[in-house]
């Protein structure tokens, strides 16, 4: 499958016993689909996949890929950290109808040579179209355009790039892989029609906006910019918020995208930032002037 579109990472919410909740994905799901995703992703950095157990991680995958039921194509991070693991997750994303995969770096940070060995090794045990989270901005480290491509020659599945930078950045890396992989990047949508100017093939954003996001592209790939930047200055102060650092994102995001879903936010799984009353206050107050997701 081509890897292109709009891809909202979805949250992963806790109850008061500090278990997943199945039905926030479930709002979730129903979210990107009556706002037209091309697909979800899940299990990356905005699902705090670090601070779930490897079962709740797979328990995420299952739920999310029968929630959707065919519905819409799911993205699944594979950011187990391990080589093992890794396999096994790639594995069990693959029998459960991922449709493509995102793999994290490992941990701790290798060399260039080592991790086009790790990224290899990982695509070479599925058959599922790879992209690779090259995010040193987020993770530490990273591969090089030129790298990348030594590793597609060595992993020809691995057919995607997603990044975490700047459009300066991101259009840059596009130029230098010569149309070899496809880019998409994150970072909430911010540059978002500067972003489709560099060339991505698609987004990877959080729930929280999906539906503007979402009406920023149609209009951006109808040719109508006027009405494309119009749009996104409206956008701009939310995605400007959340968009000062993760934690920021995992705390005001999550809120904003529970208000705009209509369900309850929950507790925190710590580590967290703990919002601040200013915080809560203009988060609502994007909230309210968003208005609800559809559903």
Do not use: W
């Given at each position: 499958?081509?890897?292109?579109?709009?891809?909202?990472?979805?949250?992963?919410?806790?109850?008061?016993?500090?278990?997943?909740?199945?039905?926030?994905?479930?709002a979730q799901i129903d979210a990107a689909i009556a706002s037209s995703a091309d697909g979800v992703a899940v299990l990356g950095l905005g699902t705090e996949v670090g601070k779930l157990s490897l079962s709740e991680r797979r328990q995420v995958v299952e739920w999310v890929l029968a929630d959707c039921?065919?519905?819409?194509?799911?993205?699944?991070?594979?950011?187990?950290g391990n080589m093992p693991d890794m396999i096994d997750a790639a594995a069990h994303a693959e029998q459960a109808g991922a449709g493509w995969l995102i793999l994290q770096p490992p941990r701790p940070p290798a060399s260039p040579?080592?991790?086009?060995?790790?990224?290899?090794?990982?695509?070479?045990?599925?058959?599922?179209?790879?992209?690779?989270?090259?995010?040193?901005?987020?993770?530490?480290?990273?591969?090089?355009?030129?790298?990348?491509?030594?590793?597609?020659?060595?992993?020809?599945?691995?057919?995607?790039?997603?990044?975490?930078?700047?459009a300066?950045?991101?259009?840059?890396?596009i130029v230098a892989l010569k149309g070899r992989m496809a880019v998409l990047n994150g970072r909430a949508g911010l540059e978002l029609t500067d972003n489709y100017r560099a060339g991505v093939a698609g987004m990877i954003p959080g729930i929280e906006t999906i539906d503007a996001?979402?009406?920023?592209?149609?209009?951006?790939?109808?040719?109508?910019?006027?009405?494309?930047?119009?749009?996104?200055?409206?956008?701009?102060?939310v995605l400007t918020f959340i968009m000062q650092g993760l934690s920021t994102f995992l705390t005001y995001g999550k809120l904003i995208a529970a208000w705009r879903l209509g369900i309850d936010a929950g507790p925190t799984r710590v580590p967290a930032e703990p919002p601040t009353d200013h915080g809560l206050s203009w988060a609502r107050r994007m909230a309210d002037q968003l208005g609800p997701l559809p559903n």
């Open positions: 499958m081509m890897i292109n579109g709009i891809y909202p990472m979805l949250y992963a919410f806790f109850d008061s016993g500090g278990s997943l909740r199945r039905s926030a994905f479930v039921g065919g519905r819409l194509p799911v993205a699944i991070t594979i950011a187990d040579a080592d991790l086009i060995t790790f990224f290899a090794t990982v695509a070479g045990a599925t058959k599922l179209p790879c992209a690779i989270q090259n995010a040193p901005e987020f993770l530490g480290l990273g591969l090089t355009a030129e790298e990348l491509l030594t590793l597609q020659d060595r992993a020809p599945n691995i057919v995607a790039v997603k990044g975490e930078a700047s300066i950045t991101i259009a840059r890396l996001q979402m009406a920023i592209a149609r209009a951006i790939h109808a040719g109508d910019e006027l009405v494309a930047e119009r749009k996104y200055a409206e956008l701009l102060p």
